[in-house]
């Protein structure tokens, strides 16, 4: 039982490039959630599922999208990286979609 | 709109010392409240939670909170603290009538000294 995991865990992207970061939970939870931490000021949530083939805006979701197309994975793509989108992404899921259980994180250096 | 403060930024404890980490919420009913604790370079890891009933809460490694309702805080205490519990601690807000969405303070960054 490997929790959550995301991938990858380090990456580097230039001003306008695209990528994909994804989460994968092996614990058959229905709720998924992508936040990302900045210095200063905690974590701000993405974009969140509650269940197969479901998105919906969290509190950030300007320059994001995401997919849930099987219900163990949950993907947040970048269609073009800007620096302000430097941080620390973390993926989260959720059984009743109180408690959550955290990734280990993915930092995003965009230069 | 529901928001979650931590007014400490950085707090410093002796080894063997209490400790009491603040947190104060706002929101139009009782919401759900969490402590996280999360150590350099890992993800977040849940201490203790609020949903109803007893209003002091006991979580893992010797953690317990207190909720406040007339005072909407939310705190986090230990009776002695260890040096592995350098960590940074976020206090939260979210699940029931807040919806899907989790609202998290800023943290508040605990150094143990020996």
């Known amino acids: 039982n490997a929790g959550v995991t995301q991938t990858p865990k380090f990456r580097v992207l230039k001003t306008g490039q695209s990528m994909t970061l994804l989460c994968a939970q092996d614990m058959n939870h229905e709720y998924m959630y992508w936040y990302r931490q900045d210095p200063g000021m905690g974590l701000r949530l993405i974009h969140y599922s509650v269940g197969e083939g479901t998105t919906a805006k969290g509190e950030v979701p300007d320059g994001y999208n995401v997919s849930r197309l099987k219900k163990q994975n949950f993907l947040l793509g970048l269609e073009s990286a800007a620096p302000s989108q430097t941080s620390v992404y973390f993926c989260a899921s959720s059984f009743t979609g109180i408690e959550q259980y955290f990734g280990p994180g993915t930092r995003l250096t965009v230069t | 709109a529901q928001s979650v403060t931590q007014p400490d930024i950085h707090i410093t404890v002796s080894e063997g010392a209490s400790l009491e980490l603040r947190c104060n919420y706002s929101?139009?009913?009782?919401?759900?409240l969490f402590w996280y604790v999360q150590s350099p370079g890992q993800g977040l890891q849940l201490l203790l939670k609020y949903f109803s009933g007893d209003t002091l809460v006991q979580g893992i490694k010797g953690f317990e909170a207190e909720f406040k309702r007339s005072q909407s805080s939310f705190n986090l205490r230990k009776p002695s603290v260890h040096w592995s519990d350098a960590a940074e601690y976020f206090c939260a807000v979210g699940g029931g009538e807040t919806g899907n969405q989790f609202y998290f303070g800023t943290g508040t960054s605990l150094t143990v000294i020996p």
């Open positions: 929101y139009g009913a009782t919401p759900y």
